[in-house]
């Protein structure tokens, strides 16, 4: 079976940091892009960051860039997202999701994706 197992959400203060992992099973990892994307109650899905090996590119919101970082380690199958500087708008349940290609990955169409970790930023 897939997996996309989020973790490392919880509250957080404003200004602080945590980082995020997400461990993948059931599919070759190096042959998919893998993303982060959050959801905010009452917003729209948003994209954060994307990764493909593969192809050699990591994208990153325009809005986020230079305050979240993903990395991959694929011996473990992972990817991790460091947030940094956080403020409370950033509070969402962050998920992750992974598809053969970044293009469609970053456009929001995957074809696996986990139930997410909720971040909680408080003012």
């Known amino acids: 079976d897939v997996q996309l197992q989020a973790s490392g959400g919880g509250l957080v203060q404003a200004g602080g940091s945590l980082r995020l992992s997400c461990a993948a099973s059931?599919?070759?990892?190096?042959?998919?892009?893998i993303g982060w994307f959050r959801q905010a109650p009452g917003k729209e899905r948003e994209e954060v960051s994307c990764?493909?090996?593969?192809?050699?590119?990591?994208y990153y919101s325009d809005a986020l860039k230079g305050r979240f970082t993903m990395s991959s380690d694929i011996d473990k199958s992972t990817v991790y997202l460091q947030m940094n500087s956080l403020k409370p708008e950033d509070t969402a349940v962050y998920f992750c999701?992974?598809?053969?290609?970044?293009?469609?990955?970053?456009?929001?169409?995957?074809?696996?994706r986990g139930q997410g970790t909720l971040v909680t930023v408080s003012s």
């Open positions: 999701a992974a598809d053969p290609w970044l293009g469609r990955l970053w456009g929001g169409v995957y074809d696996y």
């Open positions: 059931g599919f070759r990892f190096e042959d998919y892009a």
């Open positions: 990764t493909s090996k593969k192809e050699g590119v990591t």
